[in-house]
């Protein structure tokens, strides 16, 4: 009878999104997924089935000196347990359910620390499971100039930097066929509007849905935005990723013809000059159609898998890119959600990571000259920073 009711409770927590497990949540509550645990504490296990068994004694909210219920705006009261206001995110102090119950949407919400930043960024890298190995990907860095003469316009190597990619294996995942199936949607000229058809906002639409929210990648990152109160839910983050990485602004001649995702996905001509261009599987597609012809390289990044990083130089079609740094080997959507991490904690600034213990930094802009909803700004670009000495 004993062992029928340990069974019989196992198969409760279960169906309740819980998983019966050794760890525990104790000193735990709403940190970010940790790979190395057999079980989670934060707003996102529930969906996924893999929270702790005591996540209810330690992290849900069970008395109401401890709940934002009615204590939303509140003013500081230092003998209440935990605040429901603004601030209480500069303190560290917020109730459990601040998010959750007083919202928080837009820049509302805790403040996200650098050593936050870096933490999620270790966990995004471990949870990046369709990046591809050594074996799916072999590049060919070759030449290696000084910073001194990335504007010579000289091929330097005359190789292919793509040697091998597996495309068979590669192509097939979810994300990687979303993501290229959006390259082609775009006028790379600035000057011209862009307009697309109903299939390509499918195609923007889709390419949302399998990076972030069909991932544990993407939807970590989800969780920890969530738990700082900067979205109230699933639908409004994605709403705002489309609309800052696809809306579209002007560029040039007052036209309606760029966008975050086409500038640094896709690429972008202006004034003769190559713009943007920071995504490595368009770097490979270029390539292969004969399109892009590869220089030489300024920087190279300290990984000896992937992902990694590179500076190149190369031609596009005509057009020179001086120094056009990319995250090379990563998937769709860690190139999406770390820069997305960084544009949202970090807009306009450099943003600092940590992959498998090596310091990244990535450089975001924000688009001034216009903006969506309540005068939030779109993407004006991100890309990996040149590594300094």
């Known amino acids: 009878?004993?062992?029928?009711?340990?069974?019989?409770?196992?198969?409760?927590?279960?169906?309740?999104?819980?998983?019966?497990?050794?760890?525990?949540?104790?000193?735990?509550?709403?940190?970010?997924?940790?790979?190395?645990?057999?079980?989670?504490?934060?707003?996102?296990?529930?969906?996924?089935?893999?929270?702790?068994?005591?996540?209810?004694?330690?992290?849900?909210?069970?008395?109401?000196?401890?709940?934002?219920?009615?204590?939303?705006?509140?003013?500081?009261?230092?003998?209440?347990?935990?605040?429901?206001?603004?601030?209480?995110?500069?303190?560290?102090?917020?109730?459990?359910?601040?998010?959750?119950?007083?919202?928080?949407?837009?820049?509302?919400?805790?403040?996200?620390?650098?050593?936050?930043?870096?933490?999620?960024?270790?966990?995004l890298y471990a949870l990046d499971i369709n990046k591809p190995s050594g074996s799916q990907l072999i590049i060919d860095p070759q030449a290696l100039v000084p910073d001194s003469q990335t504007n010579s316009e000289k091929d330097l190597s005359p190789r292919p930097i793509f040697r091998f990619l597996d495309e068979a294996s590669l192509f097939s995942k979810p994300s990687y066929s979303a993501l290229l199936a959006l390259l082609d949607n775009y006028e790379r000229n600035t000057g011209i509007t862009e307009n697309f058809t109903p299939q390509q906002v499918a195609e923007q639409d889709s390419f949302l849905r399998e990076t972030m929210s069909n991932t544990e990648l993407g939807r970590e990152l989800y969780a920890f935005l969530f738990t700082k109160g900067r979205y109230v839910s699933e639908k409004e983050f994605l709403q705002d990723l489309k609309m800052m990485w696809f809306g579209l602004y002007s560029r040039n001649a007052g036209k309606m013809d760029s966008s975050g995702f086409e500038h640094i996905f896709a690429g972008e001509i202006k004034g003769g000059k190559i713009s943007g261009f920071h995504n490595w599987l368009q770097l490979y597609r270029q390539e292969k159609q004969g399109l892009l012809n590869y220089y030489s390289h300024s920087f190279n990044g300290p990984w000896t898998s992937y992902p990694d990083v590179l500076g190149m130089q190369f031609m596009w079609d005509g057009y020179f890119k001086q120094v056009g740094s990319?995250?090379?080997?990563?998937?769709?959507?860690?190139?999406?959600?770390?820069?997305?991490?960084?544009?949202?904690?970090?807009?306009?600034?450099?943003?600092?990571?940590?992959?498998?213990?090596?310091?990244?930094?990535?450089?975001?802009?924000?688009w001034d000259n216009s903006s969506y909803g309540n005068g939030k700004k779109y993407i004006g670009s991100a890309y990996p920073a040149t590594p300094t000495n």
């Open 1 to 123: 009878m004993k062992i029928i009711l340990v069974a019989m409770v196992g198969m409760t927590l279960f169906s309740q999104g819980y998983s019966n497990t050794l760890d525990s949540c104790e000193g735990r509550c709403g940190f970010v997924t940790d790979p190395n645990k057999t079980c989670q504490c934060n707003t996102a296990c529930g969906r996924f089935g893999d929270c702790c068994s005591d996540y209810e004694t330690f992290c849900k909210v069970t008395t109401p000196e401890l709940s934002c219920k009615g204590r939303c705006d509140e003013k500081f009261n230092s003998q209440n347990k935990c605040h429901c206001n603004i601030k209480c995110g500069n303190y560290n102090n917020c109730c459990q359910d601040y998010a959750s119950v007083c919202g928080g949407g837009g820049n509302v919400g805790s403040v996200i620390t650098d050593a936050e930043i870096k933490a999620l960024s270790e966990t």
């Open 326 to 366: 990319s995250i090379i080997g990563c998937s769709p959507e860690f190139d999406f959600a770390v820069y997305s991490l960084c544009y949202i904690s970090r807009p306009g600034k450099l943003c600092k990571l940590s992959l498998g213990g090596k310091p990244l930094e990535i450089q975001t802009y924000t």
